[in-house]
């Protein structure tokens, strides 16, 4: 960590110390060269890291200062508990204009701080540095009772496809946001997942330790992207039942223009878990786990295709119209 | 840890398995929503990231993109010397502009796995997006035995100030380059430097295994930059001998307008190690580690100023003219 930018790293190491997200493992945070962390005992580690970047994945003058602060911590925390594993610290580099270290970085690092005390997770250090536009690079570390992470090539022919919550809510938030429907809102149902996504935690760790799913992964580019992702680690296929699909209620006031079974399988953002359940633990899964829908959507297949059923009962392969950046170029 | 851009991903991937870098406390890589790392027992973690960004920290039509892969990793894996610690794996950050996807890409991701190679270190997972100019953030994992690491914040009145090698010679490096003067040769020492630093692990960490250094970090900003971040961390001032500091040689092809004290003084990215030692331990140090020189520039105040005393033995204010992305704005 580079410790150049002693302002900024100054605000940022007030922010942490008001998180209450400290924890006895993280011997030494911000200030040194790097960050200590004390491993617990029978635990491995999960490492991941996410981009947010202006411009590509939140929009400056669109989206609250706020959620961009927590939703970058969000997203990275959302992979860690797609493994079944719980945050425990995270570093936040940052890339800043110059223009930008004022009223919007408060209000950023007052969304970092709500994140990181929501998700338990404390800021272990960073780095910052100075750009014409807002880079965000989020590192988590997550732990895990050794053996019990749930990886995405676990899946096996007939287990039950599962996914958490309704999808394309997210996207239909990102959509309000874009038309510029009213103020941001964000008690908005849509519009709070788009801005103030929750990660899945207590569920992947439910499921973890439970033994209850053979495969897992967060949706974040979408079902039909996430989707064969799933399957091509798992060397399986699946077939999904379009009507079983919990898609996003479209509010009236909206027109007609919204699909809703096109913005659950296509829209990103959702941080659902998307898990795979063998027939013989069916009966564990609830309807519902603290509040949290919990839906079979189909099956996975031993043909490695993906197939969407519609209401009519025929198979058409599944469109692959998620969000990939470096698709379309 | 986003998985949507599968050509890119795969294309690491397959650097990946070439590092020759893999360990069996990697227990899962690339292509899960994120890596399992197990810890190894009597050791703690160290974590860091560090930005590396096209403007900023390189040059895409000055730089070699084998040079801006090495060097990404480098910078962060020094930062992990600079506490005694090992580095163990890392996680790569990567924002691309498409057209940057094909030869450039493979002479980056050569430098990303020599380098690996080199410092031990496996690529452990990352992200990747697209973006108009090349973003680069590395984050990486040391392991250091518990108790043994050197930060920043020990140094006492008395102790002896060392550093590592020759200081100036990146920034010398670095201005070779900008002005052009004939082709990239880097066999020339002061070029080496500057795009293939090596970080000193072997160093460092039989600093820290001996128990000799009471404060460490390493020199990225420059010598008149990190100085007082040590001392502010350690609550002590310096004085430092001008002539004492190992600065380096300027070649006199390049004519009268380098002061080598100046670079040594303010010239960043040398990533040697600054550090000091207490009185009882001195004899212990050798006059050069490994073929690195190691050498005495000063001494640890009470008084919490920083001092420079010059050919005549007056001490005069260190003045700061290190790098610093925020000041100047």
């Given at each position: 960590?580079?410790?150049?930018?002693s302002a900024v790293l100054e605000r940022i190491e007030k922010a942490e110390s008001r998180t209450g997200s400290r924890n006895s493992q993280l011997r030494l945070g911000i200030g040194d060269d790097a960050a200590l962390?004390?491993?617990k005992k029978g635990y491995e580690l999960v490492l991941t890291c996410d981009w947010f970047l202006e411009g590509t994945?939140?929009?400056?003058?669109?989206h609250p200062a706020e959620a961009v602060g927590w939703k970058c911590l969000a997203r990275a925390v959302s992979d860690v508990a797609?493994?079944?594993?719980?945050p425990r610290c995270f570093l936040l580099s940052l890339a800043l204009p110059s223009v930008q270290s004022g009223a919007w970085f408060d209000q950023f690092l007052r969304g970092v701080r709500r994140a990181a005390k929501r998700f338990r997770c404390a800021l272990a250090g960073g780095d910052t540095t100075r750009t014409k536009t807002i880079l965000i690079n989020v590192m988590v570390v997550g732990e895990v009772v050794s053996g019990l992470e749930i990886t995405r090539s676990g899946a096996r022919p007939g287990d039950i496809l599962f996914t958490s919550g309704r999808l394309g809510e997210a996207e239909l938030g990102l959509e309000l946001i874009r038309i510029g429907k009213g103020r941001v809102d964000s008690r908005d149902p849509v519009l709070k997942k788009h801005l103030y996504p929750e990660p899945r935690i207590e569920l992947g760790r439910w499921l973890a330790e439970k033994r209850l799913a053979s495969a897992m992964m967060d949706l974040s580019d979408g079902l039909s992207s996430d989707l064969p992702r799933l399957c091509t680690a798992s060397g399986v296929g699946a077939r999904i039942i379009s009507e079983k699909i919990p898609a996003v209620r479209v509010s009236r006031r909206l027109g007609?223009?919204?699909s809703p079974l096109e913005l659950a399988l296509h829209g990103g953002d959702d941080y659902e878990l998307l898990f795979t359940v063998p027939a013989n633990r069916l009966r564990q899964i609830p309807r519902s786990f603290h509040g949290i829908p919990l839906t079979a959507i189909g099956a996975i297949t031993k043909k490695p295709t993906l197939l969407l059923v519609d209401e009519d009962g025929r198979g058409l392969p599944?469109?692959?119209s998620g969000w990939d950046p470096f698709r379309n170029s």
């Open positions: 960590m580079r410790g150049g930018e962390w004390i491993p994945h939140f929009l400056r003058d669109k797609a493994m079944g594993a719980v007609g223009g919204y599944l469109p692959n």
